[in-house]
T-cell receptor
Framework: TQLLEQSPQFLSIQEGENLTVYCNSS?????LQWYRQEPGEGPVLLVT?????EVKKLKRLTFQFGDARKDSSLHITAAQPGDTGLYLC???????????FGKGTTLSVSS | KAGVTQTPRYLIKTRGQQVTLSCSPI?????VSWYQQTPGQGLQFLFE???????NKGNFPGRFSGRQFSNSRSEMNVSTLELGDSALYLC??????????????FGPGTRLTVL
């Protein structure tokens, strides 16, 4: 069974701090996706990483896919209150038919 | 282009009842997937419908079922509700090319509370 484990589960920081969220698996994924979900809303796709070792940047967010395609990380520089939310990593199962999600990291950024 | 819509947004039921949730996908999307989200288990895949046929199914009991109509709208049904069915039910629609599902776009979800 393919599993994605995220850490930390909760993160509470001050505005301006940096943080990293990790997504790990013992299985190889062809790609991994990162979503952000805000209260009362569904998850919104932030990025998809496809190639081992790939780094993608989205403003203050940096996403990295591990060389072996078993893990990924999300780094936020100078966090802002607007970054508050639930961050989820996800990847397709081996058949490519269903998304498997990590349990998420709840981030709270206070001003 | 309108996003994925789900109705109702909130629902309260009692144990033993059944419930039907509705999802209208983005125009042109023919694949609809359903997920259950709970604090303990996170987001878990229920099933996917494509062209009115269930194409994939997650590991949920038979009390959970669904269907898709010719206009791609989808419904999911949960019979004989249990307390543990309380959750946020999310649907996601996507475009399918070459048999593979493209990016999934999620609706806001239906919050089901079972008393």
């Amino acid at each position: 069974t393919q599993l994605l484990e995220q850490s930390p589960q909760f993160l509470s920081i001050q505005e301006g701090e940096n943080l990293t969220v990790y997504c790990n698996s013992s299985s190889v994924f062809s790609s991994l996706q990162w979503y952000r979900q805000e209260p009362g809303e569904g998850p919104v796709l932030l990025v998809t990483v496809v190639t081992g070792g790939e780094v993608k940047k989205l403003k203050r967010l940096t996403f990295q896919f591990g060389d072996a395609r078993k893990d990924s990380s999300l780094h936020i520089t100078a966090a802002q209150p607007g970054d508050t939310g639930l961050y989820l990593c996800a990847g397709y199962n081996q058949a490519g038919t269903a998304l498997i999600f990590g349990k998420g990291t709840t981030l709270s950024v206070s001003s | 282009k309108a996003g994925v819509t789900q109705t109702p947004r909130y629902l309260i039921k009692t144990r033993g009842q059944q419930v039907t949730l509705s999802c209208s996908p983005i125009s042109g999307h023919r694949s609809v997937s359903w997920y259950q989200q709970t604090p303990g288990q996170g987001l878990q895949f229920l099933f996917e419908y494509f062209s009115e046929t269930q194409r994939n199914k997650g590991n949920f009991p038979g009390r959970f079922s669904g269907r898709q109509f010719s206009n791609s709208r989808s419904e999911m049904n949960v019979s004989t509700l249990e307390l543990g069915d309380s959750a946020l039910y999310l649907c996601a629609s996507s475009f399918v090319a070459g048999g593979r599902t493209d990016t999934q776009y999620f609706g806001p979800g239906t919050r089901l509370t079972v008393l």
